[in-house]
C-alpha cells in the first residue's frame, strides 16, 4: 500500500531520473551525504514558516522549491496571500515557481549555483573563535532578509559581505563544505525517497483509516471532528519505528489507493467532494518547533470507540461546510455527546494546549502577547460542567459560542468584534447566572484524571511553551479551562487560525483570544474567596486596563462562596500549596529549585553534584529584577548546560519572566512592561523549541557562576560571564553543544525529540 501523494511519487522519481544522469550521482547521494549536512548546519534555521526566504532545507523537496521573497509573516497585509506550505500546496519545481519561488541549485550559464556563491561567502569570512559577533550583522527575527535571487548576488555579497551561509555561526567544516560544493556542481541531484511504514504501521494505519471512515451518519460526524482535532498531531505508534510520526490529511482516494491529497486553506473547509481520511507519514528532518506529538494504540482505539459510539445518539443530517460551520463548532458538532467531545480532549489535554499555545506556525506574537509570561492551566471535571450535564443549558449556550475571523473584511473589523464581544459577554453572564444555582466549587471541580490535568505555561515573547506539571513559583495567574472555553481556544488558534491570513483576519483572532484568557481568569477566581477576587482582578489589569475591565468584559462575580477552604491573607498561595500536596501524584515533576520550602533545595535520587548545583542555582530563581539587576540583562530562554566530573550532563532552562501592568491590549506591550517585577525560573529540560542562548558550566564551577550572576550589575559584568562559560554562536564547538540539547531530549524523552530553532539565538 502508498502512502506518498501522488505529486510526490512523479517527482521523486524525476530526481532518481536526474541521479542517474549525472556522473558525479555515484560519489554522492543527497540522502546519505547531504540532508545530513543540512540537518546538521542548516535546518536549525531553515525550517517551517519562519525559514529565511521560506528556504526550507528539511527534505529534498524543500530544497528543490528554492527561496522565494513573499514572506509569511505579515501582519500589515490586506489580502490572504496563497498558502505555500511545504508537502501541501504544491508539488515539484515547476509548481512552486509558479507560486513565486525560484531555484537555489540551478547555475546560470557560467555563474554557480546562488547556493554555492552563499556558501563560499560565508566560507572565505569565518568567525573569530567564540568572539562577539559585528554589530553590523543583524540577527532575529526583526532581520530584514534580502532573499537575493541569482542575478542579485554580486549586489548582496558587496553590500553584506560578512553575511554568507551559514548566516552569522560557526560553519561548515573543510570536508562538507567540499562535499556540498561538488554535489552542487554535479546539478544537484536528489535520490531522496519518501518515508514509508513498516509492515506493522502499516496495518494499523489501515485500522485507524478504517475508524474515521467507517460508513453511516454517526460515523462520519465523528470522523470529521476527530480529523479537525487531529490534524496538527505528529501522531506515532505505541511500537512504531523510532522517528516514525504520521499526520492525518483529506483524500480523494479510500484506503488501499495513493493518497490524492485535498488541500483547503484550513482543515474544516469544504473539500469539495468525497473524503477519505488518511494517515500519511511525516516527511522531511523532524524539528521540535513543528513536532506535536499523539499517541495511538489499541488502548486509544478502545477508548474512542468507548466514548463516542456507546449510547443511543443519532445524527438526522450531515452537516455542512463554510463560514458559519467553522464559525461555531458546537454548533456543527452539537449530535455528538459533549461529555464524550470534552473527556476526548481532556485525555490528551497536553496536546490540545499546545496546539494553541506553542503552536506549528512558528512565530506566535500575535497570540503570545495576550497571555502572561507564566501561568498554570488546570481544567474543570466533566461532571460539574453545566454543558456537558444540563441541556437546557447547553441549548442557550450554543448559539452564544460563535467566534470571529471567518469574514476578513479589512474595513468591518471594529464591527464584527464588537458583535462578537457582546454574544461572548452574553455567554459569561449566562454561565454565571446559571452556575449561581449550582453548589460552590470545591476540590471535586477540577478534573484530576491523568497527569494532562496540571499544565504550565512559558512565553517566550513570541514563542511559548507548555509541559505538565506545575513549574515555578506561584504564578500570578491562572487559568481554568471547561469545555466551552478549551474547544473555543483550539478552534480559534488552532483550527480556524491562518496563518497566511490578512491583517483582519489575525485582529479579530487576537482580539477574540483576549477574551477567552479572560474567560479563564475568571472562571479560575470563582474558587477564590468572594471577597478576595476584585484585587486578583485589580492587579491582573492595571492602569489602562481598568477602561477595558469596563468597556469589553462582563463582570465578575463577587457574591457566590467558594466551597475551598484558603488562608485569607493569600488564598491563591493558599491554593496552589494546596494543589500541589491534593494531586501530587499527578504533578509530573518536583520543582524545588523555584519553590524551595526548606534546606534542601534540589532534587532528591540524582547526583552529588548536580544537588549542589540546583542548590546554588535555587538562588536565583524567583527573585525580582529589582534586587536580582543581571535579569535585565536575560533573554527570554538560556540552557544550562551542567557538567559533572563523571561525565554526566544535565540541562536546565533559566527562563526570564516579564512583568506587565495589564496584557489586555493589541498594541504598546513595552509601554505595559514592569522590568523590576521580572523573575527567572530555572527547571531541568529543554523549555523551549528556541534556545536563545547556552552555558556550558563544570558542575564545581555552579556556585561560582551563580556569584558571577549575583553581583553582574551591568551589561560589562554580564559580558564577563557570557565570556567565561558562554557558547557564542561563534564558538568552535557551537554545534555540538546546540544539537546536545536535542540529544538529551531524546535521551529523556525520545518521542518529542527535534531540532532545534536557532533564529533566535542572540550575539551575547
Known sequence: M??????????LSSWGAAAQESPLAAAISYRRDIQPIFSEKCVACHACYDAACQLNLGSGEGVARGATKIPVYDGERSKAAAPTRL??????????????????????????????QMLELGHKTPLQPNAKLPE???????RENRCAMPAEFEGYAGAHPKEG??????????QQYQTLQRWLASGAPIDEQALQPSAEEALQVVQWENLLNAPGARQSLVGRWLFEHWFLAHLYFKDGEPGHFFQWVRSRTPTGQPIDLISTRRPNDDPGTQVYYRLWPVQGVIVQKTHITYPLSAAKMARI????????????????????????????FEAIPAQARYQFMLDNAEYFVRTFIRGPVCRGQIATDVIRDNFWALFQA???????????????ATPLLAMPGQNDDVGSVLSLWHDYRDKRNEYEALRQDSYADTPAPGWSTLWAGNDNALLSIFRHFDSASVNKGLIGDVPQTMWLFDYPLLERTYYQLAVNFDVFGNVSHQAQTRLYFDLIRNGAEQNFLRLMPAD???????????????IKLWLDYEAIDNDQPTALELDEKDPKRDFARQLL????????????????????????????????????LSRLASRPAAGLKVIDQLPEAIMLRIETQSGKREVYSLLRNRAHSNVAFLVGESLRYQPGLDTISIFPGVLSSYPNFIFNIPAEQVPAFVDAMENARDAKHFEKIVEHWGIRRSHPQFWFYFHDLSRYVHETDPVEEGVLDMNRYENL
Open 136 to 142: 553590523d550583522i543583524v540577527l532575529g527575527l526583526n
Open 532 to 546: 478576595s477576587r476584585g484585587d486578583y482582578l485589580d492587579d491582573w489589569y492595571q492602569n489602562s486596563a481598568r
Open 2 to 11: 502508498s502512502f506518498r501523494v501522488i505529486g510526490m511519487v512523479v517527482l
Open 581 to 616: 500536596v491534593r494531586y501530587g501524584d499527578l504533578n509530573a515533576k518536583p520543582d524545588p529549585i523555584n519553590r524551595c520550602e526548606s534546606a534542601y533545595c534540589s532534587r532528591p535520587n540524582i547526583d552529588a553534584a548536580l544537588q549542589s548545583a540546583e542548590q546554588a
Open 305 to 332: 470507540k468507548s466514548l463516542f459510539y456507546r449510547g443511543n445518539w443519532q445524527v438526522n443530517a450531515l452537516p455542512g461546510y463554510g463560514p458559519d460551520r467553522r464559525a461555531n463548532p458546537f454548533t456543527t
Open 165 to 174: 551561509m551559514p548566516l552569522a555561526v560557526t560553519g561548515l567544516t573543510a
Open 87 to 116: 508537502f501541501y500546496d504544491a508539488f515539484g519545481k515547476r509548481a512552486w515557481q509558479q507560486k513565486g519561488f525560484y531555484s537555489v541549485l540551478d547555475a546560470q550559464g557560467s555563474q554557480a549555483a546562488l547556493m554555492a
Open 382 to 396: 466533566p461532571e460539574h460542567d453545566l454543558y456537558v450535564t444540563d441541556p437546557n443549558y447547553r441549548g442557550q
